[in-house]
């Protein structure tokens, strides 16, 4: 959900950019290979393909973000191994072959952030696009080989069959499980929902399906999205995305990539007014949103109250997770007064968000 995270319009600027000129001189091998042409595998639900997502378990993405996940770990207790369950099953030659794949993790991207980093965003895309490939090299299947820098080929290599013996089935099911259990509410809403978001947003929902990675960890956040191509990673087993939270996590995170108007509007609203552009009030904005679009979803499947609403109802995430106590209290109320009746057909975006700025 990346709540906090600091200065997104102009990271996403600047993403763009270097995403357009990475794409053409570092990628030219993935874009050429038919594995990027969407030959992907979705998991699909158990009455065929969803609605709006395209969600994806995928082994290297997976492996990928492991490994990441317990470099980081690493680099903050800087006590050796990691501390996980399934080290001690590992054989001698499987546990250097892992540690050397977390020791070059450590190294080369554990101080990186997943999405701000140029390099982590096109890494873990490249890595999607080759979700089907057994090995990265190319030496089995040409159309296999992911043109990655040849240490971290190796090192990758070697960490797969580790991973796939003892990770893998377990975070595989995990994503599967996720995947279950928000699959029927996307089948039945997810169209409308989208719908909803785009209208209020005053743009389109995307015309392809949003590819959706469910991972077993995906960054601190629980959840990160990227753009150019627009690509959602959530995590099957962080707490906060269970149970009904999980669908108001895939649309939140969709709205990361549809609601450039509302920044637009921010900006401009701001610049008139010699004002500066607060930095997470359109964040703050798509939180409330997405909370009050999925709300009468979630109460008519008569969820239960998370306890933080008297008399019951659904509680958004923004609400529960403490979001506005700690920092947004007054966006809260901005959004309440004037984002509100906008929501409710008594205002318009431009004089909704106009308001907003002018009260701030
Ligand atoms: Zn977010």
Known sequence: MCAGSVGDTIDRLVMRHFLAFFSLSLLTAVQLSPLAMGAHRQIDSAFGPLPVFELHSGF?????????????????????????????????????????????????????????????????????DFEDCHELSGAKKKSCDAGLPAKLTRVLDSAAPVYRTHWWPEHDRANRQWVAEV??????????????????????????????DVSAYANWAGAYTTVDPLRVTISSTDPRNQGSAALEVLFHEASHGIAEPVQATIARECRQRD????????????????????????????????????????????VREGLYKRGWDDYLKLLVRFWQPYLDGKSTFDDAIARMVSAL
Do not use: C
């Open 275 to 318: 004002k500066p552009i607060p930095r997470d009030l359109w964040h703050a904005l798509i939180f409330y949103t997405t909370g009050e679009v999925i709300r009468p979803v979630m109460t008519s499947q008569g969820q239960e109250n998370n306890g933080e609403t008297p008399g019951g109802g659904y509680t958004p995430y923004a």
């Open 60 to 128: 290297w993405m997976n492996l990928h973000h492991t490994l990441y996940q317990q470099a980081r770990q690493q680099r903050e207790k800087r006590s050796g191994r990691p501390n996980t369950a399934q080290a001690s099953r590992l054989s001698d030659a499987e546990q250097r072959d892992w540690d050397a794949a977390v020791a070059y993790y450590a190294a080369n991207f554990a101080n990186k952030d997943l999405l701000f980093s140029t390099e982590m965003i096109l890494l873990k895309n490249q890595l999607g």
């Open 183 to 212: 699959a029927p509410l996307v089948r039945t809403r997810g169209l409308e929902l989208a719908q909803r978001l785009a209208e209020i947003y005053q743009t389109k929902w995307p015309a392809e399906k949003i590819r959706v």
